[in-house]
């Protein structure tokens, strides 16, 4: 019993300071700056698979790995073109984890880091008309990086839940 009370008063206090240092204003700040760099340094190889998408008939896909496929309507269908799958294993390496197109959401999303236990993401977003709103899933914040092209957001479920 003596032994059950320890683990579980360290899970508890493991989770305390999990919640408690979540996000800080540095943190953010850090965020955007790994943002601005992912977006300068892989600039023509976001723009290879934006267009890409962009020229597909589809209205949302996802890209989940380099597998060279994309996830479209309940189906993985091939992504044929290899300088498509180059640029894409490019943005891996560079710590992308997600691709998804949302025309609805006027967004490619690139999702950059994903917190497991507040259910918060970040990365780049582009939009794809500049006229019209962006909204990524369960958007919370959306700030423009310095390139005015593209911007850094922020999905917050927990946060988006408790402003409905």
């Not at 601005?36 to 698979?49: G, L, M, R, T, Y």
Request: hydrophobic share 35%; aromatic share 12%.
């Amino acid at each position: 019993m003596d032994m059950l009370k320890r683990i579980l008063s360290f899970v508890l206090i493991s989770i305390i300071i999990c919640f408690s240092t979540s996000c800080t204003n540095q943190d953010q700040k850090s965020e955007i700056e790994k943002v601005e760099s992912f977006a300068k340094n892989n600039d023509s190889d976001i723009q290879i698979v934006c267009d890409y998408l962009l020229n597909t008939q589809y209205h949302y896909a996802s890209i989940e790995s380099v597998s060279g496929k994309m996830y479209v309507m309940f189906e993985y269908i091939d992504i044929k073109d290899p300088t498509v799958n180059d640029s894409i294993k490019t943005l891996w390496k560079e710590n992308c984890k997600q691709i998804a197109l949302d025309t609805s959401c006027n967004a490619i999303s690139f999702l950059l880091g994903r917190s497991a236990f507040d259910e918060r993401d970040y990365g780049l977003v582009y939009p794809i008309n500049n006229t019209s709103e962006i909204n990524v899933e369960f958007q919370t914040e959306l700030v423009p990086l310095d390139n005015n092209k593209y911007y850094y957001y922020v999905s917050d479920y927990n946060k988006w839940r408790l402003s409905r």
